[in-house]
């Protein structure tokens, strides 16, 4: 087994709480429970030797690795083919069907051979609390408990389980159409122990488990040209989404580098007011309206909750239940993925001012009547009396959409959300005859766009800039269409569309910014943002320019992992670099791939 294999050699298994991370080797290389950011207790993939893993897997690799998603499921198949047998892992979770948090998760792991004969090894060496706690271990035959700090994890088998100090090992051998299972369940110390798996009841989880997903995907309203790549996206946006609250991740992972080697190492398992408000719209866009109110409600919660408080309304991200304080702590006995350390838990990003969630905050709430109608006076109170401090607050410099760590400045892009934010307060307000200050917010609305028209505005560059007095070209204004603050044709945004084409632009893939013309205040590069590639699909779309949007459309399918996931960004040499897979990612691809069928579609119509 690899020490740490690519990033992109995983697939994701979850049940709408938490979820884990299988490699392409059989490896369960990062599992955090009871919830998605909670301290882990498989996290190989940041320390081989102190992060633990749950392998199940032939016991001597011979020939190939295949991975593949059982269709339109979150169910994950690991294929070894051999000269001997071909044998396969099953992993999946039962979800969340409650919406209610609870201590119980539990990860199945189903092993057969399909051909011939296969032996397979399993070795679990669990780490409690990053690799930081100790763990006890009683083993009975088939049953072994790991007792952590809190917390216990059942692992239960349909084979016998022998020790290894404090972890567990185990082999089986088996022949064409036979299976055997490893069932991992944890909950708080001293909870009920797990009834034992039988093979019935594996195949009746397998079979409960791929109707549930079947079920879920049936509501969407997709008829484009690349059904299962929007569809393995909106999977992974609900595998991200924490059930009991409707809070999306930014991602399953902590520590993934931008750069390997760098310090540019992060954790993404919080949620962003940003991502998740752009969600909503494509979220609605393919029909699935439950999940899109889930999340409004959770952001209009987070408003009611600084009724009245001094300081600003809302936060730049949370924990998935809504609490607002995320320290960040290094983990220093961690070397870090391939020894990109620092590892952090945490987010010190959360306490920056980045103005451009207002906007975002407001795109979401305004996205459809079947979300509008629904918000109830207190929730539009809370909204009109932010919408009536941000009318007095929105000019001022902040850290921006990419939470440099360089100072603030008057950054476009924020503005450009500052008008959003201005914009569909009024729309609301005038459709659903609210209650509202709409001369104060037209006149504040107003003053910025004139402001951005004047300041954000480059003559050397002939485009609209990151920030104000600068040259220096941000792809996150290729929001500027999307959000209607421009035409998608105006000549000033044809012009800017033409210089991100020679600055930022690399291969089809997108640079967000050039950091050595725009200092972030960290150290090392990083690479492409596969949020902007998207991004710039979009924007060709809308600016009429088809041929380059599909063509770009179809080359960036080509950086998706074997599975069809995404991270953050694409390394020089086509390598995923950054958290996996991230949400903000999937969301675009969505959103591209829905505007440039709607382009296409016009075009043929002609």
Avoid at 160 to 165: I, Q, S, T, V
Wanted: hydrophobic residues 40%; contains cysteine; aromatic residues 10%.
């Amino acid at each position: 087994m690899d020490r740490y294999p690519p990033i992109s050699e995983h697939g994701l298994v979850g049940d709408l709480q938490t979820a884990a991370l299988v490699s392409s080797q059989g490896v369960v290389d990062w599992f955090a429970a009871p919830r998605f950011d909670s301290p882990s207790i498989f996290a190989a993939l940041l320390d081989h030797d102190r992060g633990g893993y749950f392998q199940l897997a032939p016991e001597h690799p011979e020939g190939t690795c295949k991975q593949l998603y059982y269709p339109d499921t979150a169910i994950l198949v690991t294929r070894f083919m051999s000269p001997d047998g071909v044998g396969e892992v099953v992993d999946f979770m039962p979800p969340d069907r409650t919406r209610v948090a609870t201590d119980r998760h539990t990860l199945i792991r189903l092993a057969r051979v399909v051909r011939g004969t296969v032996t397979f090894a399993l070795d679990c060496r669990p780490r409690f609390d990053y690799g930081r706690a100790e763990h006890s271990l009683g083993l009975d035959k088939d049953t072994a408990v790991f007792r952590g700090p809190g917390i216990d994890a059942h692992l239960q088998t349909t084979f016998p389980l022998e020790r290894n100090g404090q972890d567990v090992r185990a082999t089986v051998t088996l022949r064409d159409g036979e299976s055997a299972g490893a069932v991992f369940t944890v909950c708080a110390s001293g909870g009920a122990v797990p009834e034992p798996p039988t093979t019935d009841w594996l195949a009746a989880q397998f079979q409960d488990v791929s109707g549930f997903w079947h079920q879920w995907l049936s509501q969407s309203r997709y008829r484009g040209r690349w059904p299962e790549l929007v569809h393995r996206s909106v999977i992974t946006l609900k595998l991200l989404t924490y059930a009991p609250t409707g809070a999306l991740i930014a991602a399953a992972t902590t520590g993934l580098p931008e750069q390997v080697g760098g310090e540019r190492n992060w954790d993404y398992r919080f949620t962003w007011v940003r991502d998740g408000s752009l969600s909503v719209r494509t979220l609605l866009n393919l029909g699935f309206v439950e999940e899109a109110t889930a999340f409004v409600h959770w952001l209009v919660d987070r408003l009611k909750e600084r009724e009245g408080q001094d300081g600003e309304p809302l936060q730049t991200m949370y924990r998935i239940d809504g609490d607002p304080h995320l320290p960040e702590e290094t983990l220093d006995h961690l070397e870090g993925y391939r020894g990109s350390a620092p590892v952090r838990i945490g987010n010190g990003a959360a306490d920056q001012l980045q103005l451009d969630i207002y906007g975002e905050a407001l795109f979401a709430v305004s996205q459809g009547r079947e979300l509008a109608q629904q918000a109830t006076h207190r929730g539009w109170t809370a909204l009109a009396r932010m919408l009536d401090w941000f009318a007095d607050s929105w000019d001022r410099p902040d850290e921006g959409i990419w939470e440099t760590r360089g100072g603030r400045r008057d950054f476009t892009y924020s503005r450009v959300m500052s008008w959003v934010a201005l914009d569909h307060g009024m729309q609301l307000a005038e459709h659903y005859r609210r209650p509202a200050d709409l001369d104060k917010w037209r006149k504040a609305r107003d003053a910025v766009l004139e402001q951005v028209m004047e300041r954000g505005w480059s003559e050397k560059e002939k485009a609209f800039v990151q920030y104000y007095g600068g040259d220096v070209l941000d792809a996150s204004l290729l929001f500027m269409p999307l959000v209607r603050f421009v035409a998608p044709r105006d000549p000033a945004w044809l012009s800017t569309l033409d210089a991100m084409d020679r600055k930022l632009v690399s291969d089809s893939l997108v640079y967000r910014y050039d950091p050595a013309a725009s200092p972030d205040g960290l150290r090392g590069a990083e690479g492409t943002f596969s949020l902007c590639t998207f991004l710039y699909v979009d924007a060709l779309a809308r600016a009429g320019r088809l041929p380059l949007a599909r063509y770009t459309f179809e080359k960036m399918q080509t950086y998706a992992n074997h599975v069809g996931l995404f991270s953050e960004e694409v390394g020089p040499s086509g390598e995923q670099l950054g958290n996996f897979p991230q949400a903000f990612t999937h969301l675009s691809l969505i959103m591209a791939a829905v505007t440039l069928d709607k382009a296409l579609d016009r075009e043929r119509e002609r």
